[in-house]
């Protein structure tokens, strides 16, 4: 695609896959690769899903302060600084590591590296549609969701690889040491080529904010989304089509961990990075390609049914892994691969109800708003999971998995979708 040639130009593929490479390396990191890296500490599974859970309070109310990233500096400054901070966070998790109260002062850390690719987040995804025509954001889109994926498998698959290598080598403090010493390494390089690469479309505020302006526009915005039709229904599907699997995924790393006495599958920190990180993010990508093509054939309504099944049905797979326990790799790695596949497929009627959500005058701050009930529809069930699973057990445990997602199924036959929409129409 053509490009126009002005000062300050970069060209987009310069900037767009390093930013969105950028922006999903904290964001798996903090939300996955730590419940990976606390089981292998020597945490409870009841602690780790509920701390690790709350880290996603940061995306939950993101939208809150997301005006003041829009108007106080640049988003090319804050895309800068927030990289130099989460490296510099990571930092601070690697040295909490040796100590007696790691656990504690590293959740202090998480906590600040939450809020910061939070606010990421919000600078980068404002950046690209400031730094684009509309035509280029429709082009890069695949580059941007490309190298977002491939930063999950950096996160949760190569460097947990990684520690799970050394962890033989060396103590498994050290190793963990290593493998966030890799983020760090990571984020400060971007934060350094980013400094020099992004585009200055920019420039500075010349006024000072008005503040009292800010919170009253946010504050009719807000009053406006919870003025849509349907809004309980809408806001109590957002919260329950992943009840089941906002469980399972925070308790998937810690029963392939756990040892096979415990009701776990015994595997080490390195296939389990494997697993997750390289075949389950690759059957993620597939499946969730699969559903943006068919769901532009026919549409949102009739789809999703079909995709709430594929989303739910697949979680059954690990009632057969902790009743039976296979050995087996391939049938191990088999069974994550058909339920992120499921997974990738079922949650695009997820993102594409939250586009039809955010439908109408203030598409994006609603569907801010609309991606921070997402987010709190992961936090408050992956909460209490550890707990319900040291209860019950691994068995009983992904019963009540596929148990828990019934009230979405529930819910989709009082939604009213147009018909029409998401079909692509020529």
């Not at 593929?13 to 964001?27: M, N």
């Not at 945490?43 to 003041?68: A, E, G, R």
């Not at 532009?296 to 057969?320: E, H, Q, R, T, V």
């Amino acid at each position: 695609m053509s490009t126009p040639s002005r000062p300050g130009f970069r060209h987009p593929l310069a900037w767009i896959p390093s930013l969105y490479f950028t922006q999903g390396i904290p964001y798996v990191a903090i939300v996955s690769l730590s419940v990976i890296m606390y089981k292998r500490m020597g945490i409870n599974n009841t602690d780790i899903t509920l701390y690790t859970s709350w880290l996603y309070l940061p995306w939950v109310i993101k939208p809150f302060w997301s005006p003041l990233v829009e108007v106080l500096r640049t988003k090319r400054f804050w895309i800068v600084c927030m990289q130099l901070v989460l490296g510099a966070g990571f930092a601070g998790v690697a040295l909490m590591l040796p100590f007696e109260g790691f656990f504690r002062y590293s959740l202090l850390f998480f906590w600040l590296l939450a809020f910061s690719s939070a606010t990421h987040d919000i600078a980068a995804d404002g950046f690209y549609m400031l730094g684009l025509r509309q035509d280029q954001q429709a082009f890069y889109v695949g580059f941007r969701s490309t190298f977002y994926r491939l930063a999950m498998i950096t996160g949760q698959g190569l460097i947990v690889i990684l520690a799970g290598f050394l962890e033989k080598k060396v103590n498994i403090v050290f190793a963990w040491q290593v493998a966030l010493g890799v983020l760090v390494a990571i984020l400060a390089a971007m934060g350094i080529y980013h400094s020099f690469i992004l585009p200055k479309v920019e420039s500075e505020p010349e006024n000072h904010p008005d503040l009292n302006k800010i919170v009253n526009d946010f504050g009719a915005v807000f009053l406006n989304f919870f003025q849509k039709k349907q809004i309980l229904v809408v806001i109590l599907f957002l919260l329950v089509y992943r009840l089941g699997e906002a469980q399972l995924v925070k308790m998937a790393a810690p029963f392939m961990l756990d040892e096979r006495a415990e009701g776990g599958l015994g595997l080490s920190t390195e296939v389990v990075g494997f697993i997750y990180g390289t075949v389950g993010v690759i059957a993620l990508v597939v499946g969730g390609l699969i559903g943006g093509i068919v769901a532009s054939l026919k549409g949102l309504k009739y789809w999703i049914w079909w995709m709430a099944l594929a989303i739910n049905l697949p979680n059954s797979l690990y009632i057969f892994l902790a009743y039976f326990q296979p050995e087996s790799l391939f049938i191990i790695a088999g069974s994550v691969a058909i339920e992120q596949l499921g997974y990738g497929f079922g949650f695009t009627a997820y993102m594409l109800f939250l586009i039809y959500t955010a439908e109408g005058k203030h598409k994006t701050a609603h569907y801010a708003l609309g991606t921070g009930f997402m987010a709190l529809g992961m936090m408050l069930p992956g909460m209490v999971s550890g707990w319900i699973q040291q209860q019950i057990g691994y068995e009983h445990f992904f019963i009540w998995v596929l148990v828990a997602t019934l009230p979405g199924f529930v819910l989709i036959k009082f939604l009213k979708i147009d018909p029409e929409f998401g079909k692509k129409h020529e």
